[in-house]
């Protein structure tokens, strides 16, 4: 008689949620990648220069409080799914239908570590020229919690160096 055997769990798993934490998801780490997309579509699903993810087989991945609060968007042109919350607007998952055993999570879903380093940027050729590059910045005056870019010091030209 055959018997089957319970599927492998991983190491370990990480817990995130959503901003109002209505929704929790469950991944296995480590994932299988990280990155940075910077795609017109997620900017916009996000609100924001970049989106990061971290990338998961679908079976690695579990909702464990708030299904009833998951919305999916289907974007039928690129042949993707965004779900969101739909108490609060928390971009949850991203699936592509090219790779249909992957599902995407936002990255900043999670508090603690994934098992990768978002090392990868998809669709750089579409970086805003607006996005932070991580430049100085230091405390605004008058205004707690808020900082302001530091202006980068241009050395003093040298008397001639221009002149014909």
Not at 12 to 26: D, F, K, P, Q, R
Not at 148 to 164: H, M, N, S, T, Y
Request: glycine share 10%.
């Amino acid at each position: 008689m055959k018997t089957s055997r319970p599927k492998p769990r991983a190491a370990a798993s990480i817990t995130g949620a959503c901003l109002c934490g209505g929704v929790e998801i469950e991944i296995d780490t480590p994932v299988f990648w990280a990155w940075h997309d910077h795609s017109e579509p997620s900017r916009r699903a996000h609100g924001a220069a970049y989106a990061t993810y971290a990338g998961c087989w679908k079976s690695k991945v579990r909702i464990t409080r708030g299904e009833d609060l998951v919305s999916t968007f289907e974007d039928t042109a690129r042949k993707q799914a965004r779900s969101f919350c739909s108490c609060c607007g928390s971009p949850l998952m991203f699936a592509r239908g090219r790779s249909p055993k992957m599902i995407n999570v936002p990255r900043a879903l999670f508090g603690g570590r994934v098992g990768r380093e978002a090392k990868y940027h998809v669709a750089i050729d579409q970086f805003q020229d607006w996005a932070y590059l991580g430049a100085r910045a230091g405390p605004l005056k008058g205004y707690p919690g808020v900082s302001i870019e530091k202006a980068r010091k241009v050395p003093p030209a040298k008397a001639g160096l221009f002149e014909p």
